[in-house]
């Protein structure tokens, strides 16, 4: 699989699956003279999403040719098709969907307000209007998509990430599961924070599962969004210790500040291009390069006993046979 590059136009196609999709649109960039270098599609729940990574520098027409080409291909096919050059992407827009928890809202505000933010943080959007008032401290549009019971209007969301551009997808505890419909279009581009070190204790109520379960470390996951819960590509984690006789309360006061800490650690991994994701898991793209680290801090493997191992029987039979 190749990596994403700054270099790459990024192409997405979104819509009811059909026979065909693929190949009207390849046939397409393949008379402009663009180049596919990646190429993924799925389905789920009836909704088809692919993605692609094109070479378009020795395309035979202009960007707004390319983008109009696409937009009338999308309309007869019944599919939106989405075309994201590489100076699209220079400055990046955060789009950050809420619920009702302040944490982790709270830190990626201070991050941008301090300058450790490689974005700007255009809207909060929020299934609840409790967080508006924090967002209007940092003078940041907020909408409020959901009815008296929470329910988001996502077609109300996705009008929204478009009109803001929105480059990434945030989740600061945004207690909803977003449908394929959004996922797929923003592909790769929504990160998570999750109150347990995944794939442990998925759903609504991590801190309370760890409990039960008896466990002595808990922890928090940053992780890309998937059309399947809480199980796509980890990318940051943090762990803690379980106090004793601790309560959900507790748990959540430990871990709320590594919740913060972890999304933010995993947002700037992104904007700063060091992720790749392979076979569902996340790696450094270069990690000679980079002072990043994805797991542990080395401190951690040279505490640790690097024996016994396996492979006593083999050399103690070759021993009796000499």
């Not at 994201?84 to 827009?93: C, G, Y």
């Not at 401290?137 to 996705?158: A, M, S």
């Amino acid at each position: 699989m190749v990596g994403v590059t700054q270099e790459f136009t990024e192409i997405t196609v979104v819509g009811e699956d059909d026979t065909g999709l693929i190949a009207n649109v390849t046939s397409l960039l393949f008379e402009r003279g663009i180049n596919i270098e990646d190429l993924d599609q799925a389905v789920r729940e009836g909704v088809f999403r692919m993605s692609m990574r094109v070479d378009t520098a020795e395309m035979v027409c202009t960007r707004e040719k390319l983008r109009a080409d696409l937009a009338e291909l999308g309309e007869e096919l019944g599919v939106d098709v989405q075309v994201r050059f590489p100076a699209d992407r220079e400055t990046r827009q955060i789009a950050v969907l809420v619920t009702k928890e302040s944490h982790c809202l709270e830190a990626i505000f201070e991050a941008w307000a301090s300058g450790d933010l490689d974005a700007d943080v255009s809207v909060v959007i929020g299934n609840h209007s409790d967080l508006e008032p924090l967002a209007s401290q940092y003078e940041v549009p907020f909408h409020d998509i959901g009815d008296e019971k929470g329910t988001p209007d996502e077609e109300q969301l996705l009008d929204l990430l478009a009109e803001y551009d929105a480059d990434l997808l945030v989740l600061a505890r945004y207690m909803r599961i977003l449908s394929p419909d959004v996922v797929f279009r923003y592909q790769s581009r929504i990160i998570n924070v999750h109150p347990s070190l995944l794939p442990s204790f998925p759903g609504a109520e991590a801190y309370l599962q760890a409990l039960e379960e008896g466990v002595r470390i808990a922890g928090v996951t940053a992780h890309y969004v998937t059309t399947d819960l809480d199980q796509g590509p980890v990318i940051t984690q943090r762990a803690f210790n379980v106090p004793p006789d601790a309560e959900v309360a507790e748990l959540e006061r430990l871990g709320q500040p590594l919740e913060a800490d972890a999304l933010l650690e995993a947002i700037d991994l992104h904007l700063a291009d060091e992720l790749a994701v392979h076979r569902g898991r996340t790696q450094l793209r270069d990690p000679d390069t980079t002072d990043a680290q994805l797991g542990a801090p080395p401190a951690l493997d040279e505490r640790n006993p690097d024996r016994p191992v396996d492979g006593l029987g083999e050399v103690v039979a070759d021993r009796s046979g000499e």
